[in-house]
């Protein structure tokens, strides 16, 4: 059979761009995506990533190969956009449990690629932070990619790293995520992305939350002519929803279906144009 697993470095927005990734790779048939789901703290009020034991509905397809359907739901108070996101992406997804460390979650990479007929893994990175060395100014998040490459190399399998769009995510400029790619960078970070998150979580405690609305669709243009006016052609949904203090599951919900009704344009899940389309 052959063909390539594809695993999402960090979760949602790698999943969706190894989804997207799908018509240039030669994948496995069906295609399937390993990826974590870890929100960020957006609008999720959880530290750190899910588990298994988090959800209800995953389908168990083999032992250590769960998968998250549409009907997959999550135990509150914890949230996840991966049941949402096996509604929409064409690619099966699977879930990547890191609470046994890179070990178990090289297992469970080994149980997918068997299961799939894969015999090599691609691993997944928008923006590369994926290749810090720990001392990066601006590095945010590095812990779930660490893991993701860790397990991958574990698996045993030929594994290759594809990042996209150096720099994107704000954390490493793509400059130096190009060096990196050409030198391989591959030290420990001795970064707690926990550690980081449990803070924020404890910082946004009480906050209150904005449900958008048509009210705020001059701030949204304003945000998207700012950006436009510094090179940039998207914005990413999550980072809209932030500038909005969108954030919570159902307030994103709402700045979603706002813009698919009112800027259906510009609005293209999970990124939104800085300035309408062409005619």
């Keep these: 059979m052959g063909g390539t697993l594809l695993v999402a470095a960090g979760g949602g927005g790698d999943a969706i761009t190894s989804a997207a990734l799908a018509s240039v790779l030669p994948l496995t048939s069906p295609p399937a995506v390993m990826t974590y789901s870890w929100d960020r703290l957006m609008i999720d009020p959880v530290p750190g990533p899910r588990s298994a034991t988090d959800f209800t ?77 720990g001392a990066d100014p601006g590095l945010r998040s590095p812990l779930a990619d660490q893991l993701a490459l860790a397990a991958s190399v574990r698996a045993g399998l030929p594994a290759r790293l594809l990042v996209t769009a150096p720099g994107i995510d704000g954390e490493l400029p793509a400059a130096l995520v190009l060096a990196r790619l050409r030198d391989l960078v591959a030290e420990m970070t001795g970064i707690s992305e926990i550690r980081y998150e449990t803070h924020k979580a404890r910082r946004l405690h009480g906050r209150n939350t904005h449900r958008p609305t048509r009210a705020d669709l001059p701030t949204i243009d304003t945000k998207a002519r700012e950006a436009a006016s510094r090179g940039a052609r998207y914005i990413s949904m999550r980072r809209l929803a932030e500038l909005l203090q969108a954030t919570t599951l159902d307030a994103f919900h709402d700045l979603s279906d706002l813009l698919a009704a009112e800027r259906p344009d510009q609005y293209t899940p999970s990124i939104y144009r800085t300035q309408p389309c062409p005619e």
């Excluded at 914890?78 to 990547?96: F, H, I, K």
């Excluded at 460390?101 to 923006?127: H, K, N, P, R, Y």
Aim: aromatic share 2%.
């Design 57 to 133: 509905g995953l389908r168990r397809l083999a032992p250590h190969v769960l998968e998250v359907i549409p009907q997959t739901s999550v135990v509150p108070p914890a949230a996840s956009s991966l049941p949402r996101l096996a509604a929409e992406l064409p690619p099966r997804l699977l879930l990547l449990d890191p609470v046994g460390g890179a070990v178990q979650m090289a297992e469970q990479i080994q149980a997918a690629a068997a299961l799939f007929g894969a015999d090599a893994v691609g691993l997944v990175d928008v923006g590369g932070d994926i290749l810090t060395n």
